[in-house]
């Protein structure tokens, strides 16, 4: 495999990383994976626990000893190897949503929210939830919502239907995107404001299955309600009106984190499918020796490869200028790396036949959880329009 680094201070982190990853981890993945999800929460503390006492917590933020955040190429490349197992991302606290939740109030909080929210979900003492989706409206355009908080006295009266809203069950506090000014220019409408989960108003309908799987806790997708929901007017984060553009600049690093835990599937997804192609017997040979499967291995390894090089330009790009400038890499790897991941995946459970369709291996898992990614943070079509409307912008017609 290709490895870049970017800097000392990754090259010391990667090795600690990967043997924390392998020996903590990926050790216990199949015993976890098995257990009912309480129980598993509880091995998973534990390896929080540990986690935090290697120094191997939230890498993406600055240290309390004043050293800087790991540059996002170099947090790109921890990322992936997190995503070699399905629980990587949340033992060392960089699971999303509360990674995004992490950045933004980082850059944005006021100093009553960061004691409040930000410190202990630094801590890995709360988990928080991004609540902006809506079931009555089209998702792909953000613009299109009906959450109004409408101001009243030293509060924030919220009324509005949303879904989708990751890790709601057990979160602490919700990130709500709400209206707040219909009437500005349809880019300054809504606002950000915190919302805990224990104020009056704030119900949780259910964990919305997904997949099969009913959803709990990290891996829940909440159908939540806010009814006359009252929360202080120095809930909002940042400015009134910044809503959308503290959306976006969440979602563009949001979206390398992605691609790099897809690569990290996929790249886990290739590893499985060799060690089974080369196990397998079929009478006069193995697997590994038919050309179909040494086709899948060579492809795969020649994408996973292009792309993860493709999304470290891209975060390169997000460091040196910003996630605005990069917004066409963004998009293009958004809709690729998913297609990457989806096709190592698919190429891996056909590799190991009825096994690969079991809770035997971390595929099934992956392949179920991660159907998603073409759809959240802007499907597939979405981006490609966007990507394909910015690259006509330079062609006249011919005359
Ligand atoms: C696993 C998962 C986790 C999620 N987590 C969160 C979360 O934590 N918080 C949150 O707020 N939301 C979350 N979402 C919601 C997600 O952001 C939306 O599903 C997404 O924005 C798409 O919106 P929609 O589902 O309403 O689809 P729609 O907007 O109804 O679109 C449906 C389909 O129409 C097509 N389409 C849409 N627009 C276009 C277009 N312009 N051109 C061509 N085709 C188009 C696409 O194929 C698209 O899949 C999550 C979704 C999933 C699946």
Not at 50 to 62: M, Q
Not at 163 to 190: C, H, K, L
Not at 297 to 314: F, G, M, N, P, Q
Request: glycine letters at 6%; a negative charge.
């Amino acid at each position: 495999m290709i490895e870049i680094f970017s800097s000392p201070r990754l090259k010391q982190l990667l090795p600690v990383y990967r043997s924390f990853i392998q020996e903590e981890i990926i050790s216990q993945e199949m015993r976890l994976l098995s257990m009912p999800f309480k129980e598993a929460a509880v091995v998973l503390d534990d390896l929080r626990a540990k986690a935090k006492a290697f120094g191997l917590w939230t890498p993406f933020l600055p240290e309390s000893n004043g050293s800087p955040a790991l540059p996002l190429p170099a947090f790109a490349q921890l990322s992936e190897w997190m995503a070699r197992t399905p629980f990587g991302h949340y033992v060392f606290n960089c699971q999303a949503p509360d990674i995004g939740n992490m950045e933004l109030l980082d850059r944005h909080a006021s100093s009553f929210q960061r004691l409040t929210f930000l410190q202990p979900l630094e801590h890995g003492q709360i988990r928080s939830c991004f609540s902006m989706t809506e079931p009555g409206r089209a998702g792909s355009n953000p613009l299109l919502m009906d959450t109004t908080a409408v101001e009243d006295g030293d509060e924030w009266v919220i009324n509005g239907h949303k879904w989708f809203t990751t890790a709601a069950d057990g979160a602490q506090f919700a990130v709500v995107m709400a209206i707040t000014d219909p009437a500005a220019p349809p880019y300054e409408r809504a606002s950000l404001i915190i919302v805990p989960i224990d104020t009056p108003g704030f119900n949780l309908v259910r964990n919305i299955p997904v997949m099969g799987e009913a959803g709990e806790g990290y891996h829940s997708h909440g159908e939540i309600r806010y009814t006359n929901c009252r929360v202080p007017k120095h809930h909002l984060i940042g400015v009134r009106g910044s809503g959308f553009r503290l959306a976006q600049e969440r979602l563009g690093p949001g979206r390398i984190h992605h691609c790099m835990r897809w690569i990290g599937i996929a790249e886990r997804a290739l590893d499985l499918m060799c060690s089974r192609a080369v196990s397998r017997n079929l009478g006069k040979d193995r697997l590994a020796d038919r050309d179909t499967v040494r086709h899948w291995i060579a492809e795969s390894r020649a994408s996973i490869d292009a792309a993860r090089y493709y999304v470290l330009h891209v975060a390169h790009q997000i460091e040196e200028e910003d996630a605005r400038s990069a917004r066409d890499g963004i998009s293009a790897i958004k809709f690729h790396v998913a297609k990457v991941m989806h096709e190592v995946l698919d190429r891996s459970i056909q590799v190991h036949g009825a096994l690969g369709l079991t809770e035997d291996t971390p595929l099934s898992y992956w392949y179920r959880h991660e159907r998603g990614a073409r759809i959240y943070d802007g499907p597939d079509e979405v981006h490609k329009s966007s990507l394909a409307r910015s690259i006509l912008k330079k062609y006249e017609p011919e005359q």
